[in-house]
Every structure is written in structure tokens, then in C-alpha cells.
């Protein structure tokens, strides 16, 4: 079997739903502002080679991948659910295992993106982090050789333990975060206006929040994961409600996309002159 090489953070299936009717993305890169406003195919955007690859002398293990890949299978099935019964007007009624499945993909989807990782990983504080263990290891056991030392604090050995570190947490479970979101529920937003949509970024999940509070639960506090041009998702505190809701609210809409934006290195959409207009009012 051919080791998969590109490791997309935003799934492919999700990213197919937001596509126009030729079957591609209108997209911003905030990294190559030059190209504008560009289309390209979703299995060309969103992804970075082995970016959930852990390598150990020179083996490379692609398992948190393939489990992405399979967990992203299951949630296919239950966003469908959760979009059409959305449309309807009606609750997706999901079962107890389907609703762990999307309690998962959203808690890993919130956490796998490079635009999260980032702005909780500070190359400084791993610097510190390592020197500590190191320092730690050699008080209780025994100073490192040379060649330990020239593999691990070398450039190159800093980098590949750095990136196995950020495989590493980007893979916990988050049990504490899991409980919390399987005593939540689910509210469902539709947008009923053909010519308004939500756009997808390379930050996924966005939480907004009241001035002062941050947690999970709290009220004011709202956590949305957008899964198709028309359809959204947001954690509500009461456990195994499901609402359904029209959303017509344009300011709001365009307060959650220009959000999006705002922590995303890049945005994509079906619309390009949505995505033209969230630019240039940057």
C-alpha cells in the first residue's frame, strides 16, 4: 500500500460541499496575497505533506492519519444526516453513537488544523520545554554522548522531535473535553437565501465569545463548525437537544465569515465575489 503523503486538515468531504457547480473552491491565501482570488480543486488546498506523520529513525508511522481518514468516513455519513434533516426543517435525531462521532470529528477537527496548532505551540516554549528534559535526564540517569547530543540538539533533530511532539498532542483523545461535549447539544442554522453561504477556513472551528468569559458552556459562548455552504453547526449547553434554525440574520452571517477569515491563513467558498468582498474589508 502506497503511504498517503498528503495530509489534508480540512477533510476532502468537507471541502467538496463548498464547492461552486464546476466542482471547485474560490479561495484566499493570506501567505500569497499577490494571487488574489484563485479556484482551484479541494484535493489541491488544505493539506501539507505528512503533516500527521511521526518519524523515528527514518520509519515513518502515518497511523494518526489513517485514523483520520476513518473517522472522517463515519462523520461523512452523519453530517449528511445532520444537512439534510437541517434543510428540512426538522432534527437529525441522532443516535448516542452517531452523535460521538460528531463530537469527535468537531473536537479533532478544533484542534488538527496547522492554524490551531500554531497558536498554542510557540517555538520558544518548546526550545525551553527540550533543554528542561534534557537537563532532567542527565540529573537522574546519565549525561548524553556527543552523539546523542548532535542527534537531538542538532537543528534538524530539534525540528523532527518538535513535529513528532505536535503529532503527538494533536493526536490525545481530550477525555476532559470529550465529557464536556457528550453532555451538549447541537443547534443546526440554515441559511434559506440562495445568494448567502458560509465559507470554510483552514481554522475550522471558530469560537466567539462575550467580553470576559471563554469556557465551554458558558452562555454567549459559541462554538461553529460551518459543514456546507447553507448549513452550520453550534455547540448548545443542554445535553441531547437538537435545534433547527433559519438563519436571517446577514450582519450575524457576515460577522461569522469575516471571523473565519480573521484566524484563518486561508478561506474558501463557492461564491468568489463572497470571497472578493470578505478580503477587501479586511
Request: net charge positive; with cysteine; proline share 5%.
Amino acid at each position: 500500500m502506497n503511504t498517503p503523503k498528503r495530509h489534508h486538515f480540512v477533510p476532502q468531504m468537507l471541502l467538496r460541499r463548498f464547492c461552486d457547480q464546476t466542482g471547485r473552491l474560490w479561495y484566499y491565501n493570506k501567505k500569497a496575497p499577490h494571487i488574489g482570488v484563485a479556484s482551484g480543486a479541494p484535493q489541491a488546498l488544505f493539506f501539507e505533506k505528512h503533516f500527521y506523520t511521526m518519524q523515528e529513525n527514518g520509519v515513518r508511522d502515518t497511523s494518526l492519519e489513517t485514523y483520520f481518514s476513518h473517522l472522517e468516513g463515519q462523520a461523512n455519513t452523519v453530517i449528511e444526516k445532520i444537512c439534510t434533516a437541517g434543510r428540512a426543517g426538522r432534527q437529525p435525531k441522532l443516535t448516542i453513537s452517531e452523535k460521538k462521532v460528531w463530537d469527535l470529528f468537531l473536537y479533532f477537527q478544533w484542534k488538527r488544523t496547522p492554524d490551531s496548532i500554531s497558536s498554542k505551540m510557540s517555538f520558544t516554549d518548546f526550545e525551553e520545554s527540550l533543554a528542561e528534559s534534557v537537563s532532567k535526564f542527565e540529573q537522574r540517569f546519565r549525561p548524553l554522548t556527543d552523539e546523542e547530543r548532535r542527534r537531538i540538539l542538532s537543528e534538524s533533530g530539534k525540528k523532527r522531535l518538535r513535529e513528532n511532539a505536535r503529532v503527538k498532542a494533536t493526536a490525545d483523545p481530550g477525555t476532559a473535553i470529550q465529557d464536556i461535549l457528550s453532555n451538549m447539544g447541537i443547534a443546526i442554522a440554515v441559511i434559506r437565501k440562495p445568494n448567502k453561504s458560509f465559507v470554510i477556513g483552514s481554522k475550522t472551528v471558530v469560537k466567539l465569545t462575550p467580553p470576559g468569559e471563554s469556557r465551554l458552556g458558558e452562555p454567549g459562548v459559541e462554538v461553529w463548525l460551518p459543514i456546507a455552504p447553507d448549513v452550520a453547526v453550534c455547540i448548545v449547553p443542554q445535553r441531547g437537544h437538537e435545534i433547527v434554525m433559519t438563519l436571517d440574520n446577514d450582519r450575524w452571517l457576515r460577522s461569522l465569515n469575516a471571523a473565519i477569515l480573521q484566524e484563518s491563513t486561508v478561506i474558501a467558498g463557492r461564491s468568489e465575489a463572497l470571497i472578493q468582498s470578505l478580503v477587501c474589508a479586511r
